[in-house]
């Protein structure tokens, strides 16, 4: 097992990763990155086949480089994503080691120890850039551990093909909800529950004017304003091409929320009942933050106090891509780099003041 120093270590090599990378280059700052896949492109090469992304590719873009477009698609493929990340590390020859599992983050004097499955790092700062696809969130249902058929989270569905003609409740309201549900619309008996009615953007809408946005609510809460409107005014679900068809179609109308599972399916309040084969939860995701447990550090939900994305209670650490609490719209590819040039901004300058 090696040891080795540097002045950052970037924990993830995903989007949020290579995009502090490549501010971090810029600013003339000794970097790693550390990646616990064995291949580039982050969760994007885990995702369903017909995943979409919700903008044009030029606007889900990393700082520098622009993604390309494909003739005949409107909306980038998870494949697509994959290929730009990829071509995005070679590009900028960010230094990436993989894969590398970073088992946790400690103190350790004026330094931070970064222990892995292949050694240990020290770096002055640490920016954790690991995303939430690797901690799925569950709701407490009562009767789930009674339920005899397939379970499985958004993190597991690949394809239509594995569900057709089987009995499946998709659960959740969000773009992953609707564009799992309009994939399996089509051949499998689908039932597609939500708590509350699903609200599409109009046609005309995509990420562009989320990330709009999100960025003015997050100005507004930071002048001190509660009222922010724009977002929830907006709606919630990107129509995308698949999930325009079959919301056209007739074939994407939801149910209300069940209260229990039982062995053979879901049931409602009123004693309504649902046979089923399987349940897919799109229900989301939280904080992968557990190489940080070492550092004792206190949140509320997962959240680490930050300001910006510089952890309050360790400056030494910065937290990049996890949500709006870390930067309008920073869990998406456009999003990122703001709050990336800015975390790399600062380190430069903590780094400087220290030498």
């Given at each position: 097992?090696?040891e ?19 501010h ?9 990155i ?33 993604m ?33 599992q ?17 050694g ?12 939430t ?45 609707a ?144 949500g ?5 719209a ?26």
């Amino acid at each position: 097992m090696g040891e080795w120093h540097t002045q950052v270590v970037i924990v993830g090599g995903g989007q949020s990763g290579l995009a502090a990378g490549y501010h971090l280059r810029r600013q003339g700052v000794d970097f790693v990155i550390l990646d616990a896949q064995a291949t580039p492109g982050g969760a994007w090469q885990h995702a369903w086949n017909s995943l979409h992304l919700f903008s044009p590719a030029a606007f889900s873009s990393l700082p520098g480089r622009l993604m390309p477009t494909q003739p005949g698609e409107e909306y980038p493929t998870a494949g697509h994503v994959v290929a730009y990340l990829s071509d995005y590390e070679n590009r900028y020859e960010l230094p990436v080691q993989r894969p590398v599992q970073v088992l946790g983050v400690h103190k350790d004097g004026r330094l931070l120890r970064v222990d892995t499955d292949s050694g240990t790092w020290h770096a002055r700062v640490v920016i954790s850039a690991t995303g939430t696809w690797w901690r799925p969130f569950l709701p407490a249902i009562p009767g789930r551990e009674d339920f005899e058929g397939r379970q499985l989270h958004t993190v597991a569905y690949r394809r239509p093909q594995d569900f057709a003609g089987r009995r499946v409740i998709v659960v959740g309201g969000g773009n992953s909800g609707a564009q799992i549900a309009a994939d399996l619309a089509h051949d499998t008996e689908l039932t597609w529950v939500t708590q509350r009615p699903p609200r599409f953007l109009a046609d005309d809408i995509d990420g562009r004017a989320l990330f709009d946005a999100a960025t003015a609510r997050r100005r507004a809460l930071d002048e001190g304003h509660t009222d922010t409107g724009g977002v929830a005014a907006l709606g919630d679900i990107v129509a995308v091409p698949p999930v325009r068809e079959a919301r056209d179609a007739g074939l994407l109308k939801t149910s209300p929320m069940f209260v229990r599972l039982d062995r053979d399916g879901v049931v409602w309040a009123d004693g309504t009942r649902a046979p089923a084969d399987a349940v897919i939860w799109c229900t989301g995701f939280r904080p992968a933050l557990s190489h940080l447990s070492p550092l004792g550090l206190p949140g509320s939900r997962g959240h680490i106090a930050t300001q910006g994305t510089r952890c309050l209670g360790e400056p030494r650490l910065h937290l990049l891509g996890y949500g709006d609490w870390t930067g309008p719209a920073s869990a998406t590819l456009i999003g990122v780099g703001r709050p990336g040039r800015d975390a790399a901004r600062e380190i430069a300058g903590l780094l400087g003041a220290g030498a």
